[in-house]
Each structure stands twice: as C-alpha cells, then as structure tokens.
C-alpha cells in the first residue's frame, strides 16, 4: 500500500473484525478496530480482561483458533502487504521471523517435557535450515547471554519447571527475538512476575528495542507498564477502540470517560490509608448482546439518550489523539479524579 512505503508505519491494522462461532451465531470479539505502529516505537494496547486485546494480536499472527475464529473483515498492513490476504506458507514465514509474540504464561506456553535448548534451537531449525547444530547452539547461548540469563550452557540442558518465572520469561523473550523480528508483540510480557522482575524485564525489552529498532506491541491491563514503554496507546473497550493517542496526551488530557475511569482507579501514594479504591460501576457488555449506541454507556456517568441509539463516530481531537464519544468535549474539562 502506496502510504505504508511513503510514512514511518511497519504495521497499520484498519478496521479490523474478528469473530467466533457460537451456538447463537458469530460473537464479534474484535469489531471495527484501527491503529498503527511506528518502526522502532512502542504501542501500548490496554484495558479490561476480555475487551479484545488478545484476540487482536492473535488476528494480527492469523492464530486464531479454528474453526472457530475467523477474520471477518478489515485489513493487517505490514510493510506494504496485508497479512489477511496471505497464503497459510506465506503467513509462516513471517510468523516468528518477521512478527514475533510473546504469549501470556511461559510456563504454558514452553513445553514442560522438553528441555530450553530444544525449544529455542526449533526457532533456529525452522526459520534458518541451514545452520548446523553446533551454529545453533552457539547462537542459543549468545541469545540467553543477551537476555540476562547467567550460566547459558546449563539452562539449555534444563526443563522449564527448574527455571523461575522470571528467567522462563527471558527465554521466551529469546525465542521471540532470535530471527530479530521487526515487530514484537508482547502480550502480558510481566503477568505474575513481582515487581522487582517485572522492572527488570521491561528494562531488558526497550534496550532490545533499542539495539535491534524494531517495534513493540504491549498487550496489558495496567497502565503503569503502558506509561513506563510506550510512545502511543490504544484503549479497547468491548471489542472497539474507545480513544487512541500518544502517551503522553492520554495521560495529561483523556477525553473518554473509560479512559478517566482506568486513570481514576490507579493507586496512588498520596491516597489516604484504607480509603476504598476508585472503581469502573457496573459490568462490561455481554458480546452476545451488544445494546444499540456507545458500548460504555451502561457504566457512563455522561451517557445521554443520542449515546443509547448509535455508536459515537470516531473525531479527531487534536494530531494523533482521537476519541469516540458525543461528548468529550465537555469531559475534557472535568479532572480525572471526578470520574
């Protein structure tokens, strides 16, 4: 695609709409969902458990479950080619090579009867037939190296189980990053790791992105990580994208009333003890039966009647940062803490 070559994006997802076969009909987990990643820049895509963050970069990879899950519409622009339109063969190539994941739990997703050096020389064997095993092995140990794991040799000889959570994770980061993608998504790259780890291994990330250039997709409920890493943001709500804007406008300036709810709820050191923690009321949309108008608006302080008969259209706010909501305008000048 002609404006891919001519700007800074490597990855432009555009409209996408993911759905699952159920009983009842197609679920639509990903409705209508749009953004794009810069080369060598991190996007953080955040919110609740189920709103489709992980379904969204499945689609990207084409991993979806099947039958089941299906790509129902839209386009995957990645370096000029959409991903959507490629053959099964076509796809593997760039699965691993190109575009690599880090999926939720290493310690599911590394297989428990194989030892690390298997598992981490099969990216090598697969995507560089033509090194030899002592080439491979080699390369094994110069990755652990770089991704902070001491005494390489040896864990290559272990099983998952004897490493901890920390040290599966940086092999499952090496594995992600041993064809030197140019596009790494991480999908709860820090989930149950303690706080001292979780600092450690998203330091580890942007020097790897620092060295290597290429992108980042951080798949996450917290915002902590988000502001931490990323230089834009995409806040999904029930399949759709609420509001998308660089980090640092999300942060000063939300303009939709999830995106003050999420920033409202965050602990914070000048907090009173033992005060109740701020919360998002009520529940997130059953998908199976999505009500008419904003997807928000049964949990919307500033829900109107307008808010109740169609979805708000996509506006501009300004540069990058956009917001789909009737009114936030008026929101921008209420303070986040008022939510």
Not at 144 to 168: A, C, E, F, T, W
Not at 169 to 197: G, S
Not at 231 to 236: G, R
Not at 302 to 307: K, L, N, S, T
């Amino acid at each position: 695609m002609a404006e891919n070559s001519a700007d800074n994006r490597i990855l432009e997802v555009k409209h996408l709409v993911t759905t699952f076969a159920t009983e009842t009909g197609p679920l639509r987990a990903v409705d209508g969902v749009s953004f794009s990643v810069n080369r060598g820049k991190s996007l953080g895509i955040v919110g609740e458990s189920g709103c489709g963050k992980s379904v969204t970069s499945l689609s990207i990879l084409r991993l979806l479950p099947k039958p089941a899950g299906c790509i129902a519409g839209g386009e995957v622009w990645f370096d000029g080619v959409d991903l959507v339109r490629l053959t099964p063969d076509e796809m593997r190539y760039i699965r691993g090579k190109r575009i690599s994941m880090i999926f939720q739990e290493p310690m599911t997703a590394l297989n428990p009867v194989h030892r690390i050096d298997k598992q981490l020389g099969e990216v090598y064997a697969l995507h560089f037939p033509k090194m030899s095993l002592a080439e491979i092995r080699s390369a094994s140990i110069e990755l652990l190296n770089k991704v902070g794991i001491s005494d390489p040799d040896q864990r290559l000889r272990d099983y998952p189980h004897q490493l901890s959570g920390g040290m599966r994770q940086r092999v499952m980061i090496a594995m992600a990053l041993a064809c030197r993608p140019q596009i790494l998504i991480a999908d709860e790259p820090t989930t149950a790791l303690d706080m001292t780890i979780q600092a450690q291994i998203l330091t580890l990330m942007k020097s790897l992105q620092q060295e290597t250039g290429m992108a980042i997709i951080f798949i996450t409920h917290d915002l902590g990580v988000i502001a931490e890493t990323c230089d834009d943001v995409v806040v999904m709500y029930a399949g759709t994208v609420a509001e998308r804007a660089p980090v640092n406008d999300l942060f000063k300036s939300p303009k939709h009333p999830y995106t003050l709810g999420l920033l409202a709820s965050i602990p914070r050191l000048e907090t009173p003890p033992k005060q109740r923690l701020a919360t998002i009321e009520g529940m997130v949309p059953d998908l199976q039966n999505i009500p008419e108008g904003c997807r928000f608006q049964n949990r919307c302080h500033y829900a109107q009647d307008r808010c109740r008969e169609a979805s708000p259209p996509e506006e501009t706010v300004a540069g990058d940062h956009r917001v789909s909501c009737y009114r936030w305008q008026e929101i921008s000048l209420q303070k986040k803490g008022d939510f």
